[in-house]
């Protein structure tokens, strides 16, 4: 699928950026249960994203957090279940992580 138009403009290329962005949307839609318009990440969701497509940054996070910990950090209105905002939370912070590393290497 293209991206949205009022997202992205159809040019023959996206950016690398707007490609990443696009990226992340479609993991995100890849993993989340849809009940009617919203769709979200319940706990086994976003182990098997965390698991498939973070693999370097799940093996981590066996070291200093666990799933459940994350999960109720990230659960920003306690609903159970991961929005996309509250999966971009998330995202963010593992960008944080790798960019620190990259910094300092």
Same mark, same amino acid.
């Given at each position: ?5 009022? +997202?992205? &403009?159809?040019?023959?290329? !996206? @950016? *690398?950026?707007? %490609?990443?962005?696009?990226?992340? +949307? ?5 993993? +989340? ?11 086994? /969701?976003?182990? /098997?994203?965390?698991? $498939? ?7 981590? *996070?066996?070291? &200093?957090?666990? !799933?459940?910990?994350?999960? %109720? $950090? ?5 609903? !159970?279940?991961? @929005?996309?905002?509250?999966?971009? %939370? !998330?995202? &963010? *912070?593992?960008?944080?992580? +790798? ?7």
């Amino acid at each position: 699928p293209r991206p949205a138009p009022y +997202c992205f &403009s159809f040019r023959e290329e !996206l @950016s *690398m950026l707007e %490609t990443a962005m696009f990226a992340i +949307c479609k993991v995100f839609h890849k993993y +989340c249960n849809v009940e009617g318009n919203t769709c979200k990440l319940k706990k086994p /969701e976003l182990k /098997e994203l965390i698991n $498939n497509e973070l693999p370097q940054f799940a093996r981590q *996070m066996q070291d &200093s957090w666990t !799933l459940d910990q994350l999960f %109720t $950090n990230v659960d920003e209105d306690g609903d !159970l279940q991961i @929005s996309f905002q509250e999966f971009i %939370t !998330l995202f &963010s *912070m593992v960008i944080v992580t +790798c960019y620190k590393a990259y910094v300092h290497d």
